[in-house]
């Protein structure tokens, strides 16, 4: 009782003295942006500040707004019609004399980019315990937009619905969650930052509000440090627990991401600088009970119920934000709404009916508060967020018909949801029930499905011809679909029904490819196929006799007969270096008259890479084969290895096994099959069994092929020494000089020298693998570099380039897979060309009557093509320099400009010399090279 009176007492002390910051202003605030739509680059930027009511000196809206383009506005809200009051001074609900004041200003920024949007204002409320001197301190937020066509149309960065005003009880752990959503359904991710006074300049002397200078402890102990977290997902912010009364502030960014091409991609992000109003208080949080996270498929209904308790027997108010409350077509709902104060246990229903426009990959964030109403002091509250993902529902009634010349028609209904964006085609051989959970979605990688093809969504039926090469005799060919939406709510449905097609047996099919021996020079390989027992004897007459050709690799041409014209159906391949090199196989089918009738798909051997780490071996092994190596009836592949019988260490033995189905082909060897660590000085060596199914009941199952033997050292951590790289593309210039314009057939060649470079900290003398390649279009910094293929020759050519601009290294590998330092940087560049002509005669002749840049149509040549040009911002001026004509390039927009010689109104202009300035922006590698301020005259004639 006497802690509730104290509690009481200042509240009205409060109450009765501003909360002692008279002078005061800024407590909170962030400033979101909209974008007005998708054809313009211009902005509505909406800036909110929280500030104090009761004996504030100054309204909130006079700072300075930094557009992050060069630009900047001195903003007095009250004063400025450019300026817009949303909201002005408006209290917010239990507040306690904080109030909300939000104005908007609309801003148009001239091209792509990032732009970090900032504003700044004097001053920070006076008080705040974790920073020097606040009250002289400015308030600062900042948020970044960036504008990429490349990234889609992003409309609205993050909006957060929770106010950023707080109150916490000394030694009670503190709970809050901004309640943030994307309307665009980007990824959102959360991360504290140090407020701030300016741009880059953190506020005088910030310390963490956990710091133990504020004396807090974790909840119910006087020894445990008091901690602070947010959780990157939810946003959920945990101070565990405030220690001295007081104000703190504390800030954090709300960063989004879209997803193109599988690649996350920063789009945007909202700083927000919160305040946390800390006292003592003889009260408990109230406590949540909410669902777990939920998975609904489009149609059916969320509906449940969330209840609320408090161990004071305090009435409770339950309240929820989400953006799912706001859609403009079924919008979630609950009740009681508008929300109170209700005796606990308190109740709220929450109920949403989806429909197809509500899918989306990333779950909807709905976060539930409570917040208790004791009779004195102040009020607690407590969050939780419940994760609801909207799935689509699965195409229907897939169908298949196996067609005589070894292709499958597949059939299916339409979509039931119009607004995705297409139809995927996934394929496996052999049969694999799948019984997803109800948050699976699409295609599972443990059900070895590949994906075939992509349709438009309006497609519902489809050939499968695999490619061109047509499906494997003998193969059952299983499919399922699965429907894709369109960035940024991406999102895909649950897989299909299965269906299969078995393909006839006229021709041969491969049955077996199996390393008998590992050589460098002397390596076997069996080859084993069946015959075409469903041929048409009529038209191909028996006896049938083959040939064996051979590849090096998983695939490509076969350029080597390793068995002339012979009736078996096995072969033995000898004279192999199957230690490096997998090798693939194809069979040719003759019948009686020694004419060619078929050959079969091709089938390679299984290949096993070893990967040495510290006192452990992980092996990864592939095939690329016309059967399924990972099946439901035969899911275990079996790993042979070395000194384990302490009699015979040479011979290799059964060690384990993998389920491929759930762990993939890969098997991490640590000793713990017989508890004996594995040790540094002895050479490991293994082989893989594997067990595959054509699906075909008229073929033996399993089909059993075994891999090559492959040895490593545990810690053979020691890379191979990098290789000297030299760029053999001729210049850009020279290659283009005899082109035509429209020549768009890139390429970069790299080579270098197999004697490699020495080194500190590598290995000279090391086996090579192989090497890797990377590329990066700018050449800045190592993260914008990618692997794009591995590859054994010392050459490497890069074809089907968008240009010439990029940069490459190259990293060898050995056979323990360690790789090497990157190779010294290559570049190459683009050669950009934009020549503009000085005299047009718009008379309608049709020649010379637009004003474009040269080319091999307009008075150019092949060498004086404009290339390389991503964009033009053109102006034409009189001669007393006003503007009289503008072009932006984009769009409809091309950057031949193709100006007819009238003005912005439409008025054709009269004879004379006018001026012109060509911002031209060229697709150049580096960034400081790719712009250029092009400036001329310009004489009409007619």
Request: charge should be negative; aromatic fraction near 12%.
């Amino acid at each position: 009782m006497l802690q509730r009176f104290k509690t009481l007492f200042f509240a009205i002390l409060l109450t009765l003295a501003g909360f002692s910051v008279q002078a005061t202003h800024i407590r909170a605030g962030e400033i979101t942006v909209e974008r007005v739509n998708c054809q313009s680059k211009t902005f509505v930027i909406y800036v909110t500040g929280y500030v104090d009511l009761i004996g504030g000196q100054v309204t909130f809206g006079g700072g300075t707004l930094d557009f992050g383009d060069g630009s900047e506005k001195i903003i007095n809200i009250r004063e400025d019609p450019r300026v817009t009051i949303l909201i002005d001074e408006q209290p917010i609900e239990g507040g306690n004399g904080v109030g909300i004041t939000r104005f908007r200003v609309e801003h148009t920024y001239s091209g792509n980019g990032f732009y970090i949007i900032g504003y700044t204002e004097s001053n920070r409320n006076d008080g705040i315990v974790n920073m020097n001197n606040s009250v002289e301190t400015p308030f600062y937020v900042e948020t970044m937009v960036r504008i990429d066509a490349t990234l889609g149309c992003n409309l609205h960065l993050p909006e957060m619905l929770v106010p950023p005003v707080d109150y916490g009880c000394s030694g009670v752990a503190f709970y809050h969650n901004p309640g943030a959503f994307d309307r665009d359904g980007d990824s959102l991710a959360f991360a504290f930052v140090t407020p701030r006074k300016a741009k880059d300049t953190p506020v005088d002397n910030y310390r963490v509000v956990n710091d133990p200078e504020f004396g807090g402890f974790q909840e119910g102990t006087t020894n445990l440090p008091a901690t602070l977290s947010i959780d990157p997902i939810t946003g959920d912010i945990v101070w565990n627990s405030p220690g001295i009364t007081g104000e703190y502030n504390f800030a954090f960014i709300v960063k989004e991401y879209r997803k193109v091409d599988g690649i996350y991609y920063l789009v945007g992000s909202v700083v927000r600088d919160m305040q946390i109003i800390v006292d003592d208080c003889d009260n408990n949080r109230p406590e949540l009970d909410v669902p777990d996270d939920i998975c609904v498929e489009v149609g059916e209904t969320v509906n449940f119920d969330v209840f609320a308790t408090d161990k004071d027997g305090d009435p409770v108010k339950l309240e929820v934000f989400s953006g799912v409350l706001y859609f403009p077509d079924s919008p979630a709902t609950y009740t009681p709404n508008p929300s109170d104060y209700q005796p606990q246990p308190g109740k709220l229903t929450f109920n949403w009916e989806t429909t197809c426009d509500h899918v989306r990959e990333q779950p909807y964030l709905v976060t539930f508060k409570v917040t208790d109403d004791p009779p004195q002091g102040i009020r607690l509250t407590e969050y939780a967020t419940v994760n609801i993902i909207v799935v689509a529902p699965a195409p229907q009634n897939l169908q298949s018909t196996v067609n005589a010349n070894r292709t499958i028609d597949l059939t299916w209904d339409d979509y039931s949801c119009s607004n995705a964006e297409k139809i995927q085609i996934w394929r496996r051989v052999d049969s694999y029930p799948l019984l997803p959970d109800e948050c699976e979605t699409g295609i599972p990688e443990y059900a070895g499905y590949t994906l075939l093809d992509e349709v438009p969504i309006t497609t519902s039926s489809y050939k499968d011809d695999n490619h061109g090469s047509l499906l494997a005799f003998d193969a059952d060919y299983c499919y399922r679909l699965v429907a894709v939406f369109p960035p940024p709510q991406n999102g895909e449905s649950y897989a299909s029904n299965e269906t299969c097609g078995l393909i006839k047996a006229d021709g041969p099919a491969i049955t077996h490819v199996t390393v008998d021996e590992t050589s460098l020079t002397d390596g076997k390989i069996t080859v084993s196929w069946r015959g075409p027992f469903e041929i048409d004897q009529v038209l191909f007459p028996p006896p049938y006799s083959y040939e064996l050709w051979r590849g090096e690799g998983f695939e490509g041409s076969v350029t080597t007969k390793v068995m002339s014209i012979s009736s078996d159906t096995t072969f033995q391949d000898n004279g192999l270096n199957t230690m490096e090199h997998p090798y693939h196989y194809v069979v040719k089918l003759f019948d009686d008259n020694g004419q060619e009738v078929v050959q079969s798909v091709a089938a390679s051997s299984v290949f096993t890479n070893p990967i040495p780490g510290t006192a452990s071996i992980e092996l990864d092994w592939s095939a690329n084969v016309p059967w399924s190596n990972n099946t439901a009836g035969f899911p275990y592949h079996y790993i042979y290895r070395g000194h384990v019988d302490g009699a015979d260490l040479s011979k290799l033995v059964l060690i384990d096994s993998v389920n491929v189905n759930r762990d993939g082909f890969s098997y991490f060897d640590d000793g713990s099959f017989n508890n004996e660590p594995l040790e540094e000085q002895i050479l490991y060596c293994y082989y893989v069994e594997v067990l595959g199914s054509y699906g075909n009941p008229n073929i033996d199952k399993p089909q059993i092929n075994f891999s090559q033997i492959t040895c490593a050292q545990p810690n053979d951590t020691i890379p191979p020494c990098a290789p000297e790289l030299v760029l053999l593309t001729e210049d850009c210039s020279t290659i283009l000089s005899n082109q035509p314009c429209n020549f768009n057939n890139f390429y970069n060649e790299i080579a270098w020298s197999e004697t490699l470079t020495n080194g500190e900290g590598c290995d000279n003398e090391d086996q090579i693998k192989g090497y890797n390649v990377y590329f990066s279009s700018t050449g800045e910094g190592d993260d914008s570099f990618e692997l794009i293929d591995f590859v054994q020759d010392t050459s490497y050519l890069h074809l089907g380039l968008p240009s010439f601009a990029g940069c490459y290294y190259v990293t060898t590998l050995d056979r323990s897979n360690n790789e090497s330092t990157p190779s010294n940087i290559v570049c190459n560049d683009n050669c950009p060309f934009y020549e503009l002509p000085n005299i047009i005669t718009p008379n309608g002749d049709g020649k010379n009557d637009v004003f474009r840049p040269l080319d091999e149509f307009s008075g150019g040549d092949a060498s004086r093509c404009p290339r390389f040009i991503k964009s033009v911002s053109f102006k034409i001026f009189n001669r007393w320099g006003g503007v009289i004509y503008n072009y932006e390039s984009g769009g409809e927009n091309t950057i031949f400009i193709d100006w007819d010689g009238r003005d912005n109104t439409g008025t054709l202009l009269p004879s004379g010399v006018y001026y012109y300035t060509a911002d031209v922006e060229f697709d150049l590698r580096r960034p400081q090279d790719r712009f250029q301020q092009l400036k001329g005259w310009v004489h009409i004639l007619y």
